[in-house]
């Protein structure tokens, strides 16, 4: 450092981190919901489950400060674009990312768009899951 040069942004510290966000893991898989559970409140989030479309649009219902979905695309029942649909009228604010382990040529049937920033292959590594998350905190 230089004299006279101002050493307060040193001392100030890091950051402080941004307040947790509620997330709703939907996924049939109990294991992969566990997995993605922890790995997201590893990155400070307030995580909810559900293993069905049917018990993800209850708890949407009752929580409406989730603001991330991460969304199974092929699950028995209620499904993919569907149940997006269906949770986006109740969690209006909430973004959805669609996560699929099917192979990319298969999910043209279910409209997924693979491209897209709301679409991540399983499985769902941490270092790709996190900055994701972030993306969609930051657009929601």
Known sequence: MKDGEDSRSEEAG????????????V???AALRTILGLTLK???????????????L??????PEIRVILL???MAGLSGKELAAQLKTSLPKASILFCSGHPISS????????????????PCRP???QPKI???????
């Open 134 to 140: 972030e993306e969609l905190l930051d657009g929601s």
């Open 127 to 129: 270092p790709d899951l």
């Open 14 to 25: 890091p950051p402080l981190p941004a307040p947790a966000q509620s997330i709703l893991v």
């Open 58 to 63: 209850q708890v949407a219902g009752h929580h």
């Open 107 to 122: 999910l043209i049937r279910h409209d997924i768009d693979v491209s897209s920033r709301n679409f991540l292959q399983k």
């Open 72 to 74: 199974d695309v092929v």
């Open 27 to 29: 996924d049939d898989d």
């Open 42 to 56: 590893g990155f400070g989030h307030i995580v909810l489950v559900a293993g069905s479309g049917e018990e993800a």
